[in-house]
C-alpha cells in the first residue's frame, strides 16, 4: 500500500465527517474538512508523480473518493436548501448515467477507458467553486448573491453540457463509430 493510497483512503473516511458535521451544524467543520480533503487530494497525487508511487488502484480510487464527497455534499446542501433541487438532481443524474454507461460497456464486452473530458474537467471545478462558496458563506456568514447564481447557473449548464458529450461518446462507441476508448468521467 503506497502513502498516496493509504491518503486517498483517509480522504474516503472524510466524507462522513464532512456530511455529519453539515447536518448538525458545524459548518466550520465542515469547510475544514472540504478543505482538507481537497490539499490531500493534491498531496497524494503530487506524492505519486514525483516519487513514482503511482498505482492501478490509485488511478480507480483517487476519483472515486473526489466524486464520493462532491456528491455527498452536494446532496447534503441540497437537502439543506442551500444548493436548488434541480441540479443537485441534475448532478446526481448525470454520475449516476456516467457510471452506468461504464458498467453496461463492460457487461457488454466493450468495456470504455476512464479518462475525463474537458467539459467535465471545467463541470467538476465550477461544483468544487460553488461547494466551497456556500460552505464559506455558512460559515462566516453573509450572501454573495450574484455571484453564487452564477456559479449555480454555470454549473447546470456544465452539468447539460457534460452529460450530452459523454451520451455522445458512450453511443458512438457502443456503435463501433468512435475512438476505440471513449472518455469517460
Given at each position: 500500500m503506497t502513502i498516496p493510497n493509504i491518503i486517498t483512503i483517509l480522504r474516503f473516511l472524510l466524507v462522513p465527517v464532512v456530511v455529519f458535521a453539515l447536518l448538525t451544524g458545524e459548518m466550520g467543520w465542515a469547510?475544514?474538512?472540504?478543505?482538507?480533503?481537497?490539499?490531500?487530494?493534491?498531496?497524494?497525487?503530487?506524492?505519486?508523480?514525483?516519487?513514482?508511487?503511482?498505482?492501478?488502484?490509485?488511478?480507480?480510487?483517487?476519483p472515486v473518493a473526489d466524486?464520493?464527497?462532491?456528491?455527498?455534499?452536494?446532496?447534503?446542501?441540497?437537502?439543506?436548501?442551500?444548493?436548488?433541487?434541480?441540479?443537485?438532481?441534475?448532478a446526481v443524474s448525470r454520475d449516476a448515467l456516467i457510471v452506468g454507461g461504464v458498467m453496461l460497456s463492460t457487461v457488454m464486452g466493450k468495456p470504455i477507458e476512464i479518462r475525463p473530458l474537458f467539459v467535465s474537467k471545467a463541470n467538476t471545478a465550477i461544483q468544487i467553486v460553488l461547494v466551497l462558496l456556500v460552505l464559506a458563506e455558512l460559515t462566516f456568514g453573509g450572501s454573495s448573491g450574484w455571484l453564487r447564481l452564477a456559479l449555480v447557473y454555470g454549473c447546470g449548464l456544465l452539468t447539460a453540457a457534460s452529460a450530452g458529450a459523454y451520451l455522445v461518446s458512450w453511443l458512438r462507441h457502443m456503435s463501433g463509430n468512435g475512438a476505440d476508448h471513449p472518455q469517460t468521467g
Open positions: 469547510l475544514a474538512g472540504f478543505l482538507v480533503a481537497g490539499v490531500s487530494d493534491g498531496v497524494d497525487g503530487f506524492i505519486a508523480r514525483t516519487f513514482d508511487q503511482k498505482t492501478e488502484l490509485g488511478a480507480y480510487l483517487d466524486k464520493l464527497l462532491l456528491v455527498s455534499v452536494f446532496v447534503v446542501l441540497g437537502y439543506m436548501q442551500e444548493l436548488p433541487l434541480w441540479l443537485v438532481i441534475a
